[in-house]
């Protein structure tokens, strides 16, 4: 079990960046969604759209930026802003809007916003 359970952690090193990232911003699609979406390649997995989009390591705002490692994980650097967070976040619900015709919802908790930053 030792074995494994190290196997399990060296794989997750290298597909996800391990510091400084709340983990994956967005919620995968539910099958509801799936209409909605414009091409004939569809999943559920809301990565594979941003990926597609090439935001992976490039997509940025200030001190937030996409991971290298996943499409779906924004990465914080130092003094990073919950605003840096939400207008990366928002540029990338906005990129898989005009490209896909859905909108991605974030997977966690956005607290201490007088108003919803995101589109619902």
């Known amino acids: 079990a030792k074995g494994r359970a190290d196997e399990i952690d060296a794989q997750r090193k290298c597909r996800y960046p391990n510091k400084n990232t709340c983990g994956c911003f967005f919620r995968n699609l539910e099958e509801h969604e799936l209409e909605k979406i414009k091409p004939e390649a569809k999943t559920t997995y809301a990565a594979y759209y941003l990926d597609s989009l090439g ?3 490039k997509a940025k705002h200030k001190n937030a ?30 990129m898989v809007v005009e490209n896909y015709g859905v ?15 995101l589109i619902k």
Request: glycine share 4%; net charge neutral; aromatic share 4%.
């Open 55 to 57: 935001v992976k390591g």
């Open 65 to 94: 930026c996409v991971s290298e490692k996943h499409a779906n994980m924004i990465v914080t650097k130092e003094n990073a802003t919950s605003n840096d967070v939400i207008t990366l976040a928002r540029k990338m619900q906005d």
């Open 103 to 117: 909108v991605l919802q974030p997977e966690c908790q956005l607290v201490g916003f007088k108003e919803y930053p």
